[in-house]
């Protein structure tokens, strides 16, 4: 049983999950055998996509992600918005610097769900903004995973 479970987690693909924001990005982790998304951290976004990406990229290095799921801010009737432009300029970078395949995940109402679980939370504001942005990208990473692709 030992060995079916080293073979497994050999075999499974881990995955960052990005909530970009041009002041914070928030990244999660999972992968595709376990399938749950965790949060991980809170990056300072330079509001320049080739350096977001970058700073995404080497991330994904360090980590040993293969994949990206980014979070795309489609209006409440399924439009794209000025911001939706701008996430899909990121998303192409980071797959030209990275090489890695970059997925993109609907996120709407991801930021009022992470504001609902940290609002009974006793922190000050900045710490509660620096956590809404990972639970963001947790949020997106798992909806992302729970649909299975």
Do not use: C
Request: net charge positive.
């Amino acid at each position: 049983m030992v060995a079916s479970v080293k073979l497994m987690s050999l075999m499974s693909l881990r995955i960052l999950g990005i909530d970009y924001g041009r002041k914070r990005i928030g990244v999660a982790v999972g992968d595709d055998a376990v399938r749950v998304a965790t949060p991980h951290t809170t990056i300072a976004g330079r509001n320049e996509v080739t350096r977001d990406a970058r700073t995404i990229a080497d991330l994904a290095t360090a980590e040993g992600a293969g994949e990206f799921v980014v979070g795309l801010p489609l209006t409440a009737d399924g439009q794209e918005s000025e911001q939706t432009v701008h996430i899909r300029k990121f998303a192409s970078e980071l797959a030209r610097l990275s090489g890695k395949p970059v997925h993109l995940q609907d996120e709407h109402l991801t930021s009022y769900a992470a504001e609902e679980v940290l609002r009974e939370a006793a922190l000050t504001r900045k710490k509660k903004k620096a956590l809404t942005d990972r639970i963001a990208a947790q949020k997106i990473l798992q909806a992302w995973l729970d649909r299975g692709t």
